[in-house]
């Protein structure tokens, strides 16, 4: 164990560049454990709608070569989450609350540009807890193909994802602005969906805290969003899709699976 710390320390102080392949094991890593520790949905055209969808924003993506994974948790609370390697999950109490398939759409894009760009990793390497410690020990010694210390890495998923920064929220829009229309979807439901989200705050904010706890949303970034949607022709606006019937069927789809386990 202390030569894994004195790994861990190493891995700490030179801020070493974390590579494509390290990271694809540590999103692999990750989402073995989510799947262990969080409801996911398993209906298979729910997993295939979100992967379609998913995979139709990441191919556009500079990172286009990574393996993409989308999940849909089942869970009432409104969040969405990347973890690195390509792996994205978001909530099923956020889907209930897009009205069209662009708000999804929105949302999605912006967790993939988190991955994109890299945040997601940037963040493990910032965090002190031992578990991403051990995480990052595992992936570098292979360690934890070792049954006696497979327990050790049990960590709770929610902490893994600390508060991202302003600047990073920032970048994951713009990311989540372009590689939409690329994929030929309106950028505008991010701007709807985060209306929608700082509304419901306001409202009732118990429902929409898990996203904010993780993702700083205010009413800066909507205009943020608008100036880059400004930016396009109306013809270019009026050709990207808005709207499908696909994401209407698996949004009655989902609404006919067990309601969400309460939790907490
Ligand atoms: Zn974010």
């Known amino acids: 164990m202390k030569r894994i710390v004195t790994l861990i320390a190493a891995v700490m102080l030179c801020g070493c560049a974390v590579s494509q392949q390290q990271e694809v094991q540590m999103g692999q890593q990750y989402s073995a454990q ?3 520790q969080l409801p996911l949905i398993n209906d298979p055209e729910i997993v295939r709608y979100i992967n379609v969808l998913g995979d139709s924003i990441a191919h ?3 990172r286009r070569d ?3 994974h989308f999940f849909v948790v089942n869970s009432s609370e409104v969040n969405a989450f990347a973890v690195p390697g390509g792996y994205v999950y978001v909530n099923r109490g956020l889907i209930e609350r ?3 398939m662009d708000e999804l759409a929105g949302v999605v894009g912006h967790e993939i540009g988190h991955v994109v760009k890299r945040h997601t990793v ?3 390497q910032q965090e002190q807890g031992a578990n991403i410690g051990i995480t990052l020990a595992c992936v570098l010694t292979g360690v934890c193909n070792n049954q006696a210390t497979g327990t050790a890495i049990n960590v709770g998923a929610t902490a893994l994802f600390a508060k991202f920064s302003r600047g990073d929220e920032a970048e994951a829009d713009e990311e989540g602005f372009r590689n939409v229309v690329r994929a030929g979807i309106s950028p505008e439901g991010l701007v709807t969906m985060f209306q929608t989200l700082i509304d419901e705050r306001q409202r009732s904010p118990g429902t929409v805290d898990a996203w904010f706890a993780t993702h700083p949303l205010e009413e800066d970034r909507i205009a943020d969003v608008q100036n880059l949607i ?9 050709s990207l899709t808005k709207d499908s019937k696909n994401f209407h069927t698996f949004k009655d789809r989902l609404a ?3 309601p969400a386990p309460i939790s907490k």
């Open 34 to 36: 989510i799947a262990q």
């Open 60 to 62: 556009v993506t500079s």
């Open 66 to 68: 990574l393996d993409w």
């Open 98 to 100: 897009a009205r069209t």
């Open 122 to 124: 940037k963040q493990m």
């Open 230 to 238: 400004n930016t396009l022709t109306p013809q270019q606006l009026a």
């Open 256 to 258: 006919t699976l067990p």
